[in-house]
């Protein structure tokens, strides 16, 4: 069942791509944008800690991915494809932001007059570690999915926005206790479903 649905998920943006890339259908675009722009951004905000920044590489994302249409192939699902480009981006970012730092603190002045250039070390991870890291991130939101709500959202709730059970229980307007419940009951179903997989997440 969940085989089929991905399939059907599968034809549809890829039929969206089509129409986008090779009719210049605006409705094909605003589908795809429609469908992934609010996991595209939730998986930036994970990585920046910044609403605005993730909110910019969003923007950037979708840009680099309508003019890079002809590259997507249905091999793959146009999400990972959408959030690979989504983490190039991302390192990009950071490596501008290095050169900057760089450029503005990395030189001093001895007292001779001479300069010097140190290397200033960086706490962000490399893009290999980055990278690792997102792929994790990306099969975890898919196996999310595969849960069934309310335990989907609560999880999503709770880790992918951050509230807490207090927060959690105002949203969905149940007690705190309920809220506990569910989680730990949402936590032991994606056990079994990481178990079923085969998943290393």
């Keep these: 069942m969940e085989t089929s649905v991905q399939n059907e998920r599968l034809q549809l943006d890829y039929k969206l791509v089509c129409d ?3 009719k210049g ?11 992934y722009r609010e996991p595209l951004y939730l998986l930036l905000l994970r990585m920046t800690h910044n ?3 993730a909110s910019d590489l969003t923007v950037e994302t979708f840009s680099k991915a309508f ?3 002809n590259r997507y192939s249905p091999t793959g699902t146009f999400s990972s494809w959408l959030f690979s480009i989504g983490v190039n981006t991302y390192i990009d970012y950071l490596r501008k932001r290095k050169l900057e730092t760089v450029s503005l603190n990395s030189i001093t002045r001895t007292n001779d007059n001479d300069f010097i250039e140190y290397q200033i070390p960086s706490e962000q991870p490399n893009p290999e570690e980055l990278m690792i890291r997102t792929q994790r ?3 975890l939101k898919e ?4 849960l069934k709500e309310p335990y989907r959202q609560i999880i999503e709730l709770r880790y992918y926005e951050d509230l807490s059970y207090e927060e959690i229980a105002e949203r969905m307007k149940i007690p705190i206790g309920t809220v506990k419940i569910r989680l730990n009951r949402a936590k032991t ?7 079923e997989r085969g998943d290393v997440i």
């Design 51 to 53: 609403t605005t920044t």
């Design 137 to 139: 991130d990306t099969a």
């Design 67 to 69: 003019l890079q249409l």
């Design 189 to 195: 179903l994606l056990s079994s479903i990481v178990k």
């Design 20 to 22: 986008a890339r090779d």
């Design 25 to 35: 259908c605006h409705k094909a675009y605003a589908d795809l944008m429609a469908s």
């Design 143 to 146: 196996i999310v999915n595969q």
